[in-house]
């Protein structure tokens, strides 16, 4: 017995001090260089254009590089890292040295731990330069304007100091990427990163299975319907339509494929992320629906266009139900998790996604099943017929870029901004890589990845967190030209009609308890919203009223007053 | 003496069958689960689970081997800080358990309070992230995933418990005998604890093997990621983009690819590994007759 | 008390490493406990120490939403079962595995049952659709062999407190029992040769010997898991059930509600709130019990 204790004794402070040996070596050498910036500090608060200068002495500056800095980048990442990043990196730094001499740390975490791991650096006092804050990040960035953690950034964009934030950021496409904070003020609080105004929803379909029961390309919800049809009765054991039952609604999707297209939309549905829907009376004042289902408030019907006051305000539950009962939609799915595997694996005849993703989807199909040939349905009537100012966006991107109000480094982060836009030779590296070795340009327009290149080996940098840009988008080159053109469409500022919430967010600090008990309710209308039961109006009603239960009439209020106060500023012009 | 009785008879049998039946069931979907790590994902979810494999494919192994960084160095830092881990955890665990089963100790009492406290109540992420980084600068080292883990109050309990059903006449007579309570403890009470210490190593062990949310808080250096983490993130991924995500979101991510169903059984089945051998090289603590004995001694 | 000390010197310096690293890693952190009753802001003041003060409304998300009720009740109903169930199956595997011979089988059976415990509740939720899918799952095959009606599991609320007890018990039991064996593998063999030199059976050296030696295990057990009996077992519920909310009635906890509600939000506050008030319940409950104990069993208790 005396033996093996001390032998295990042994073993134990043998490894100890090996241990600390191994973490002596790994304890991180570089210290995160927060050497703070020379340059006079912007103050974040002042909404008039404060000239953040960097000691701008003529000849001195020009000919000294200011001093070395590390900014931090906190973003999230589908991977742990980045292939290939310092590669890209030592390009930069070759490339800057002189001007900029920043260097870069990018710290990527997981999707739903971003919001999390930024909240703790702040409050554990480290440095953080830039944050990927996001609507839908957790706090989402509504939450942390409200708290004053993000830093004003509108004395950088329309600057002349800044040319290249200039350039690529429109007055218009700023302004409604700006936010609301606790004081009622609109400023910019992020920089917004997007390719189009709205995902380009589409059913994508497998066009052989189509072809084979005589259906050659799906142009219209009948002709949905009819391939469905042919689905259930001569393909036993394929699923026509896989859906996520956790996510949105199917409701919602049905709904938009057939309400008919108007000229007048002085309504929204479902405003900013809340649960309400608004509408404008011809006097311009407010009228924010009383019911979670807009189309069940009279009230609310009696305000919208001519063309849809007839419509059934229980059309898309309806049509759900229907659906769920043809057999196009599976029993349990509700516990349907992995559409796009069933529909990947064969056992869907069509799943929902969106259009930007079309070549990755049609390699991963005819690779997965041979002789399968991918078709695409657009749901949305008015980019089906690409049809101008048919369909409403508020321009508004879901990803943004913010600084923390505390940081020092705030404006050395925006002339890495600067210098990443102001050239598409910059952007590309950054989003692509270095060129000839990641990827090849094919014009201005599109890129292709050369040949021998292992595409799991390749440069995967996130661009959604860095680069994005309206003006600088370049698609797969093997994307076929009607994609192209509908993509094209969905980047294009004048093809959509401006909605009413365009420039407007939910400030929800006053009824955050209301908000956090409706967050819960909502998924209560999964059940009709997905069709699984007959019983409609019965549940709707429960719905409405636990909805009442948990304070919807406070947070109605509260928007009224906080949109109408919008409205003073930006009043609805009749389109 | 060797003929039981027909009540003893139906109850042995009724041990062996439900035991029997009970680790069929449990060894069933390990070895499905298995089966479909090695199996064409799109297969899987066109045929089902089976038995055998039905499209033999090595593509979810191959991008959790290749795609998740480097994997074999995961693996030494994971067992390291398992190894590491486990001997400390017993270490602290037990000598902070004996001194509470020695019912001549006026405290002991106030200091198994004292621990269960730290069972019930936490302070959260904030206060815990801070202290962490700020005040004791553990992040991005492997202390970080050493350390906090060490003592928790549950091991200190079940440890206690074991040492209280020692008889005392073992530790009265050898103090009759003139030793000191720490010989009592190393020579005499630890020897024959061997049961419950490597019980505890095992769910120390196994702790260990298992810790991700640490690395993701603490360490951003990637030469420090743990196994489990770099796996954690695979299925975090995929989990998150099927989520109740609004599809704004889901578009604004971009085209992401998700892991399908056959990663996320592949990834279970790596992160299991070597600690299941662990198991049977602890067993033999807990099959009786090997230990006791040494009462009479 | 420097006497008392003093004359048990060595013991008490053995916990000594204990109690420190208890201090600093448990009880340092507590102060967090605060944060239930501001408005957290990790800018306002060093470490966001200056956040506003807002006594109870961070609690008012959760108590005010009339479900409260019947969502303590699932969490409370639920972890019983698991509890008693769990306590139940992990003695009766135990002194099984004790007394079956042959030690391969022993060794094997001990090994299969420790298995399920690896695979993640995402890996068992992927796997229970296979089982429990209403056209294609096992469970709904085997039925219509028999000619019965399928049952349409995901949306039927009613048979889920039964197939989570189940589930809980598959993937836990190997675990529960390891405890179990640690402390029959440490009982005086010479108490059954005695008992078998009597004349008792089998059958009664376990009701009237093994038994009662693992009385202490058990109410230890027992007390420990009490005080988590207001924790919803969040990964296996949400797994599993994820945002269904057809099976709502019977598998909705505290702690799956609180994720619903605060998801986008993330308000520390808040959700430090509800743990705030899960921790006092349950510790409120464990206070009871032990007291309980002590006075029917003193050795037995806790503390």
């Given at each position: 017995?005396?033996?093996?204790?001390?032998?295990?004794?042994?073993?134990?402070?043998?490894?100890?001090?090996?241990?600390s040996v191994?973490a002596?070596?790994s304890k991180?050498?570089?210290?995160?260089?927060?050497?703070p910036?020379?340059?006079?500090?912007?103050?974040?608060s002042?909404?008039e254009?404060?000239k953040?200068?960097?000691?701008?002495?003529?000849?001195?500056?020009a000919?000294?590089?200011?001093?070395e800095?590390?900014?931090?980048f906190?973003?999230p990442?589908?991977t742990?890292?980045?292939?290939d990043?310092?590669a890209?990196?030592d390009?930069?730094?070759?490339?800057t040295?002189d001007?900029?001499?920043?260097k870069?740390?990018?710290?990527?975490?997981?999707?739903d731990n971003i919001?999390?791991?930024v909240?703790?650096?702040i409050?554990?006092?480290?440095?953080v330069?830039?944050?990927?804050?996001?609507q839908w990040?957790?706090?989402?960035i509504n939450?942390?304007i409200?708290?004053n953690?993000?830093?004003?950034?509108?004395?950088?964009f329309?600057?002349?100091?800044?040319?290249?934030?200039?350039k690529?950021?429109t007055?218009?496409?700023?302004?409604?990427?700006?936010?609301?904070?606790?004081?009622?003020?609109?400023?910019?609080y992020?920089?917004p990163?997007?390719?189009?105004?709205?995902?380009?929803g589409?059913?994508?379909?497998?066009?052989?299975?189509a072809?084979?029961?005589?259906?050659?390309?799906?142009?219209?919800v009948?002709?949905?319907t009819?391939?469905?049809?042919?689905?259930?009765t001569?393909?036993?054991?394929?699923?026509p339509?896989s859906w996520?039952?956790?996510?949105?609604?199917?409701?919602?999707?049905?709904?938009?494929?057939?309400?008919p297209?108007?000229?007048?939309?002085?309504?929204?549905?479902?405003?900013a992320?809340t649960?309400?829907?608004?509408?404008?009376?011809?006097d311009?004042?407010l009228?924010?629906?009383k019911t979670?289902?807009p189309?069940?408030?009279?009230e609310?019907?009696?305000?919208?266009?001519?063309?849809?006051?007839s419509?059934?305000?229980?059309?898309?539950?309806?049509?759900?139900?229907?659906?769920?009962?043809?057999?196009?939609?599976?029993?349990?799915?509700?516990?349907?998790?992995?559409?796009d595997?069933?529909?990947?694996?064969?056992?869907?005849a069509?799943?929902v996604?969106t259009?930007?993703?079309?070549?990755?989807?049609?390699q991963?199909?005819?690779?997965?099943?041979?002789?399968?040939?991918?078709?695409?349905?657009?749901?949305?009537?008015g980019?089906?017929?690409?049809?101008?100012?048919?369909?409403?966006?508020?321009?508004?991107a879901w990803?943004?870029?913010a600084?923390?109000?505390?940081?020092?480094?705030?404006?050395?982060?925006?002339q890495?901004?600067?210098?990443?836009?102001?050239d598409?030779?910059?952007?590309?590296?950054?989003?692509f890589?270095i060129e000839?070795?990641?990827w090849?340009?094919e014009?201005?327009?599109?890129?292709?990845i050369?040949?021998?290149?292992?595409?799991?080996?390749?440069?995967?940098f996130?661009?959604?967190?860095?680069?994005?840009?309206?003006t600088m988008?370049?698609?797969?080159?093997?994307?076929?030209d009607?994609?192209?053109?509908?993509l094209?469409n969905?980047?294009?500022?004048?093809?959509?009609f401006?909605?009413l919430s365009?420039?407007?967010?939910?400030?929800?600090?006053?009824?955050?308890?209301?908000?956090?008990?409706?967050n819960?309710?909502?998924?209560?209308?999964?059940?009709i919203?997905d069709?699984?039961?007959?019983?409609?109006?019965?549940?709707?009603?429960?719905?409405?009223?636990?909805?009442?239960?948990?304070?919807y009439?406070?947070?109605?209020?509260?928007l009224?007053?906080?949109f109408?106060e919008?409205?003073?500023?930006?009043?609805?012009?009749?389109q | 003496?060797?003929r039981?009785?027909?009540?003893?008879?139906?109850?042995?049998?009724v041990?062996?069958?439900s035991?029997?039946?009970?680790?069929?069931?449990c060894v069933?979907?390990m070895w499905?689960?298995?089966?479909?790590?090695?199996?064409?994902?799109?297969?899987?979810?066109?045929?089902?689970?089976?038995?055998?494999?039905?499209?033999?494919?090595?593509?979810?192994?191959?991008?959790?081997?290749?795609?998740?960084?480097?994997v074999?160095?995961?693996?030494g830092?994971?067992v390291?800080?398992?190894?590491a881990g486990?001997?400390?955890?017993?270490?602290?665990?037990?000598?902070?358990?004996?001194?509470?089963?020695?019912?001549?100790?006026?405290?002991r009492?106030?200091?198994?309070?004292f621990?269960?406290i730290?069972?019930?109540?936490n302070?959260?992420l904030?206060?815990?992230?801070?202290?962490?980084?700020?005040f004791?600068?553990?992040q991005?080292?492997?202390?970080v995933?050493?350390?906090?883990?060490?003592?928790?109050?549950?091991?200190?309990?079940?440890?206690?418990?074991?040492?209280?059903?020692l008889p005392?006449?073992l530790a009265?007579?050898?103090?009759?005998?003139?030793?000191?309570?720490?010989?009592?403890?190393?020579?005499?009470?630890?020897?024959?604890?061997?049961?419950?210490?490597?019980?505890i190593?095992?769910?120390?062990?196994?702790?260990?093997?298992?810790?991700?949310?640490r690395?993701?808080?603490?360490?951003n250096?990637?030469?420090?990621?743990?196994l489990?983490?770099?796996i954690?993130?695979l299925?975090?991924?995929?989990?998150?983009?099927?989520?109740?995500?609004?599809a704004s979101?889901?578009?604004?991510?971009?085209g992401?690819?998700?892991?399908?169903?056959g990663?996320?059984?592949?990834?279970a089945?790596?992160?299991?590994?070597?600690?299941?051998l662990?198991?049977?090289?602890?067993?033999k603590?807990?099959?009786?007759g090997?230990?006791i004995g040494?009462v009479?001694? | 008390?420097?006497?008392?000390?003093?004359?048990?010197?060595?013991?008490?310096?053995?916990?000594?490493?204990g109690?420190?690293?208890?201090?600093v890693?448990?009880?340092?952190?507590m102060?967090?406990?605060?944060?239930?009753f501001?408005?957290?802001?990790?800018m306002?003041?060093?470490?966001?120490?200056?956040?506003?003060f807002?006594?109870?409304?961070?609690?008012?998300f959760?108590?005010?939403?009339?479900?409260?009720?019947?969502?303590t009740?699932n969490?409370?109903y639920?972890?019983?079962?698991?509890?008693?169930?769990?306590?139940?199956?992990?003695?009766?595997m135990?002194?099984?595995?004790?007394?079956?011979a042959?030690?391969?089988?022993?060794?094997?059976a001990q090994?299969f049952?420790?298995?399920?415990?690896f695979?993640?509740?995402?890996?068992?939720?992927?796997?229970?659709?296979?089982?429990?899918?209403?056209?294609?799952?096992?469970?709904?095959?085997?039925?219509?062999?028999?000619?019965?009606?399928?049952?349409?599991?995901?949306?039927?609320?009613?048979?889920?407190?039964?197939?989570?007890?189940?589930?809980?018990?598959?993937?836990?039991?190997?675990f529960?029992?390891?405890?179990?064996l640690?402390?029959?593998?440490?009982m005086?063999?010479?108490?059954?040769?005695?008992?078998?030199i009597?004349?008792?059976?089998?059958?009664?050296?376990?009701?009237?010997?093994?038994?009662?030696?693992l009385?202490?295990?058990?109410?230890?057990?027992?007390i420990?898991?009490?005080?988590?009996?207001f924790?919803?077992?969040?990964?296996?519920?949400?797994?599993?059930?994820?945002?269904?909310?057809?099976?709502?009635p019977?598998?909705?906890?505290?702690?799956?509600?609180?994720?619903?509600?605060?998801?986008?939000?993330?308000d520390?506050?808040m959700s430090?709130?509800?743990g705030?008030?899960?921790?006092?319940?349950?510790?409120?409950?464990?206070?009871s019990?032990?007291?309980?104990t002590r006075?029917i069993?003193?050795d037995?208790?806790?503390?």
């Amino acid at each position: 017995m005396t033996r093996i204790t001390r032998k295990s004794t042994a073993l134990a402070i043998a490894l100890l001090l090996l241990l600390s040996v191994m973490a002596a070596c790994s304890k991180n050498e570089k210290e995160s260089g927060g050497s703070p910036s020379a340059s006079t500090p912007a103050s974040p608060s002042a909404s008039e254009a404060t000239k953040p200068s960097e000691s701008s002495e003529p000849g001195e500056s020009a000919k000294a590089p200011p001093e070395e800095v590390t900014l931090e980048f906190y973003m999230p990442s589908g991977t742990a890292d980045v292939n290939d990043l310092q590669a890209v990196l030592d390009r930069f730094y070759a490339d800057t040295k002189d001007t900029l001499n920043t260097k870069l740390k990018f710290n990527f975490t997981t999707f739903d731990n971003i919001g999390q791991q930024v909240s703790l650096k702040i409050a554990g006092g480290e440095q953080v330069d830039s944050a990927f804050v996001a609507q839908w990040t957790a706090p989402n960035i509504n939450q942390m304007i409200a708290k004053n953690q993000l830093a004003n950034l509108d004395s950088y964009f329309n600057n002349d100091q800044y040319p290249g934030l200039k350039k690529a950021f429109t007055p218009e496409y700023l302004k409604n990427n700006s936010f609301i904070d606790a004081n009622g003020e609109s400023h910019i609080y992020g920089i917004p990163f997007t390719h189009g105004f709205d995902g380009g929803g589409v059913i994508y379909y497998r066009q052989d299975l189509a072809e084979k029961h005589g259906i050659s390309e799906i142009k219209s919800v009948e002709d949905l319907t009819k391939y469905y049809d042919a689905i259930v009765t001569n393909e036993k054991g394929i699923v026509p339509l896989s859906w996520n039952g956790s996510q949105d609604l199917i409701s919602d999707i049905l709904w938009t494929m057939v309400t008919p297209l108007t000229t007048k939309h002085n309504f929204e549905t479902y405003v900013a992320g809340t649960n309400s829907s608004i509408a404008i009376k011809p006097d311009g004042s407010l009228y924010v629906a009383k019911t979670v289902n807009p189309w069940s408030d009279p009230e609310f019907m009696a305000l919208l266009p001519d063309e849809l006051k007839s419509v059934d305000p229980l059309a898309g539950f309806k049509m759900a139900r229907e659906w769920y009962k043809k057999g196009y939609l599976e029993k349990d799915i509700l516990a349907q998790k992995d559409p796009d595997g069933q529909f990947m694996s064969g056992k869907a005849a069509s799943v929902v996604r969106t259009l930007d993703i079309y070549p990755s989807q049609k390699q991963q199909l005819e690779t997965a099943i041979p002789g399968a040939k991918l078709g695409y349905f657009i749901i949305n009537p008015g980019y089906l017929t690409g049809t101008p100012k048919a369909v409403g966006s508020d321009f508004k991107a879901w990803n943004f870029a913010a600084i923390p109000s505390n940081s020092k480094n705030i404006e050395r982060t925006m002339q890495f901004f600067d210098w990443l836009f102001s050239d598409l030779n910059n952007h590309d590296l950054f989003e692509f890589g270095i060129e000839g070795k990641h990827w090849t340009a094919e014009g201005d327009s599109k890129y292709s990845i050369p040949a021998g290149v292992d595409a799991a080996a390749n440069y995967n940098f996130p661009g959604f967190t860095l680069t994005w840009n309206p003006t600088m988008v370049r698609y797969d080159g093997n994307t076929p030209d009607d994609v192209v053109t509908t993509l094209n469409n969905l980047g294009d500022t004048n093809f959509f009609f401006k909605k009413l919430s365009a420039g407007f967010n939910f400030v929800t600090d006053n009824v955050k308890n209301e908000t956090a008990k409706l967050n819960d309710v909502k998924s209560l209308l999964r059940t009709i919203g997905d069709g699984v039961t007959d019983d409609i109006e019965g549940t709707l009603a429960k719905v409405q009223k636990e909805f009442d239960k948990a304070g919807y009439e406070k947070v109605r209020q509260e928007l009224e007053k906080q949109f109408s106060e919008f409205l003073k500023t930006n009043p609805y012009e009749g389109q | 003496m060797n003929r039981l009785s027909i009540g003893d008879r139906t109850m042995m049998l009724v041990f062996y069958v439900s035991i029997g039946l009970f680790s069929i069931l449990c060894v069933l979907p390990m070895w499905i689960a298995l089966m479909a790590s090695f199996t064409n994902e799109l297969e899987l979810i066109r045929s089902g689970y089976g038995l055998w494999i039905r499209s033999f494919d090595l593509t979810a192994y191959k991008l959790i081997f290749t795609g998740t960084g480097s994997v074999y160095r995961a693996y030494g830092v994971t067992v390291l800080t398992t190894i590491a881990g486990v001997v400390l955890t017993v270490f602290l665990t037990s000598s902070f358990a004996y001194p509470l089963s020695v019912k001549s100790l006026k405290y002991r009492n106030r200091l198994s309070f004292f621990c269960y406290i730290t069972m019930v109540f936490n302070g959260g992420l904030v206060p815990t992230y801070i202290l962490t980084t700020r005040f004791l600068h553990l992040q991005d080292t492997l202390w970080v995933l050493i350390i906090p883990a060490a003592l928790n109050g549950f091991n200190v309990f079940l440890m206690k418990n074991y040492f209280a059903t020692l008889p005392e006449a073992l530790a009265e007579s050898a103090k009759i005998d003139g030793a000191s309570e720490i010989y009592i403890y190393f020579k005499i009470i630890l020897p024959l604890s061997m049961p419950i210490l490597a019980t505890i190593a095992l769910f120390a062990a196994i702790g260990y093997w298992n810790e991700w949310f640490r690395v993701l808080l603490f360490i951003n250096d990637k030469e420090l990621f743990t196994l489990q983490f770099l796996i954690m993130r695979l299925q975090q991924q995929a989990e998150f983009l099927n989520s109740s995500l609004s599809a704004s979101a889901r578009a604004a991510l971009g085209g992401q690819t998700i892991p399908t169903i056959g990663i996320r059984v592949a990834t279970a089945m790596v992160s299991i590994g070597p600690i299941i051998l662990l198991y049977p090289f602890l067993q033999k603590y807990f099959i009786k007759g090997l230990t006791i004995g040494a009462v009479k001694g | 008390m420097l006497h008392e000390i003093a004359k048990n010197r060595y013991l008490y310096l053995l916990t000594v490493p204990g109690i420190v690293f208890l201090i600093v890693f448990n009880y340092l952190p507590m102060v967090g406990l605060y944060l239930s009753f501001v408005d957290y802001n990790p800018m306002a003041g060093l470490y966001g120490m200056k956040s506003e003060f807002v006594g109870l409304s961070n609690f008012e998300f959760f108590f005010g939403s009339g479900d409260w009720v019947a969502i303590t009740f699932n969490t409370l109903y639920l972890n019983a079962l698991f509890i008693v169930t769990g306590l139940a199956v992990q003695m009766f595997m135990a002194i099984g595995l004790n007394e079956v011979a042959g030690n391969r089988f022993k060794k094997l059976a001990q090994s299969f049952m420790f298995l399920p415990n690896f695979l993640s509740w995402t890996v068992v939720s992927i796997f229970s659709i296979a089982v429990f899918s209403t056209d294609t799952g096992v469970v709904n095959a085997v039925l219509t062999a028999l000619g019965l009606e399928p049952i349409n599991f995901y949306q039927d609320a009613s048979k889920w407190p039964l197939i989570l007890v189940l589930l809980k018990l598959w993937k836990g039991v190997g675990f529960g029992t390891v405890i179990y064996l640690a402390t029959l593998a440490g009982m005086d063999q010479e108490m059954f040769e005695a008992a078998k030199i009597d004349g008792a059976s089998r059958f009664q050296s376990i009701l009237y010997l093994t038994l009662p030696m693992l009385k202490t295990t058990t109410i230890l057990l027992l007390i420990l898991l009490v005080g988590g009996i207001f924790y919803g077992d969040f990964g296996m519920i949400f797994a599993l059930i994820g945002d269904n909310p057809l099976l709502r009635p019977t598998t909705d906890v505290i702690d799956t509600y609180v994720y619903r509600a605060l998801r986008m939000n993330n308000d520390i506050g808040m959700s430090s709130a509800v743990g705030l008030f899960q921790a006092f319940v349950g510790f409120i409950l464990v206070v009871s019990v032990n007291g309980i104990t002590r006075k029917i069993e003193k050795d037995s208790a806790l503390f």
